[in-house]
């Protein structure tokens, strides 16, 4: 299989989807370049608790004043990278397009934001924002839970893709304000099988954190249902409102 795949790059190279040049990465289409040119987030400069990046250099910790206000019932949140130009294309390809072949091109973001800020070994179990059903019918696959199942993988760590679930079909949050997506999210998830979860150390996958509200009410049913900790971890993170 690995010379098929071999062949077919030679005969129809993949091309980076920043600058459309051959990819010079082995079975992936980011180019090295583009990679270089990414926002990553790394520990300084971001709110302790939820991540968001601060205006200006700062070199020491602190908490937002969202986090202060609103508390997530997440223990720590981070993404890796910046949600903007390429990285923010193919997410949205992936997410909506059926542009699957991204797949561990976007695992790769996720993972680097996974060693640059938690432990890995420190992680029971990986957990996938869930869709609601209707919607996952019309998309055909839930994108958080295919990128949580690659993680998951990666680290060598157990997949749950089935404890945590949608309860209500919520609105498209695109243009809510923090305030809205609060209001549109309350009570929106639950645990199926809280016995698979309680006292574990869950990892809480998402593409793209905007405000926090969604990962902060999966959190929240994660921790009724016994969780002992959950860090939340997505491929980027959208400025704005936040938490």
């Not at 996952?136 to 680290?155: K, T």
């Not at 809480?204 to 994660?222: F, Q, R, Y």
Request: charged residues 25%; aromatic residues 10%.
């Amino acid at each position: 299989m690995r010379e098929i795949i071999k062949v077919l790059d030679w005969a129809y190279p993949r091309l980076c989807p920043g600058c459309q040049s051959p990819s010079d990465r082995e079975d992936r289409y980011w180019c090295w370049e583009c990679i270089r040119s990414f926002t990553f987030f790394d520990g300084a400069g971001v709110c302790s608790i939820c991540g968001y990046p601060a205006e200006g250099a700062l070199k020491h910790a602190f908490v937002c004043s969202a986090c202060r206000e609103h508390h997530p019932a997440f223990d720590r949140a981070r993404a890796a990278t910046d949600f903007r130009g390429t990285i923010q294309e193919q997410i949205h390809a992936f997410k909506y397009n059926h542009a699957l072949w991204m797949k561990q091109d976007l695992v790769d973001l996720l993972q680097g934001g996974l060693e640059a800020h938690f432990r890995s070994t420190s992680v029971d179990v990986v957990v996938p924002v869930p869709l609601f059903s209707t919607r996952q019918r019309e998309r055909s696959y839930n994108q958080a839970g295919l990128l949580a199942e690659e993680l998951a993988l990666r680290i060598d760590r157990r997949f749950d893709g089935t404890s945590l679930v949608r309860i209500r079909e919520t609105e498209t949050q695109t243009h809510f304000n923090a305030v809205k997506r609060r209001q549109n999210m309350s009570g929106a998830f639950s645990v199926a099988r809280p016995e698979w979860l309680r006292q574990r150390s869950v990892l809480l996958v998402d593409d793209v954190m905007t405000t926090g509200s969604t990962l902060h009410e999966c959190a929240k049913a994660l921790k009724r249902a016994g969780a002992r900790e959950v860090w939340a971890l997505t491929i980027a993170r959208k400025r704005g409102d936040h938490v």
